[in-house]
């Protein structure tokens, strides 16, 4: 399983971005696989942000709800991430992640790169 993540970049205080993740390879199915935003910033650890599993159910960090939003495309084996009111302590590189049939944070076993996110204050 590959993952690409893009829609990263650098934004002002209360801007929004959305960031794209195309997973691809055969073993693949958006109807078998939870997909998962995590995010590290400097000097942390990194962190779930949002969730979505195989049964459509949500999940977010307390500290995004009501700002992130977690969507996919199943027939584009596309995972999205809308963020609004964008804070500097959103700042972090941001990975796409993806388990079969398993939503624990600490079970992913599929990664991309990263996109870098920094919001400005």
């Known amino acids: 399983v590959r993952l690409l993540e893009s829609g990263g970049g650098a934004v002002q205080a209360g801007q929004s971005l959305r960031l794209s993740c195309a997973a691809s390879g055969r073993s693949y199915s958006s109807y078998s696989y939870c997909m998962a935003w995590f995010r590290r910033a400097p000097g942390k650890e990194r962190e779930v942000v949002a969730s979505?599993?195989?049964?459509?159910?949500?999940g977010y960090a307390d500290s995004v709800k009501g700002r992130f939003t977690i969507s996919k495309d199943n027939a584009k084996n596309t995972v999205y991430l809308q963020m609004n009111s964008l804070k500097p302590e959103d700042t972090a590189m941001y990975y796409c992640?993806?388990?079969?049939?398993?939503?624990?944070?600490?079970?992913?076993?599929?990664w991309g790169q990263g996109t870098q996110v920094t919001v400005s204050s």
């Open positions: 979505i599993d195989v049964d459509g159910t949500l």
């Open positions: 992640a993806a388990e079969e049939w398993n939503c624990a944070p600490s079970d992913f076993e599929y």
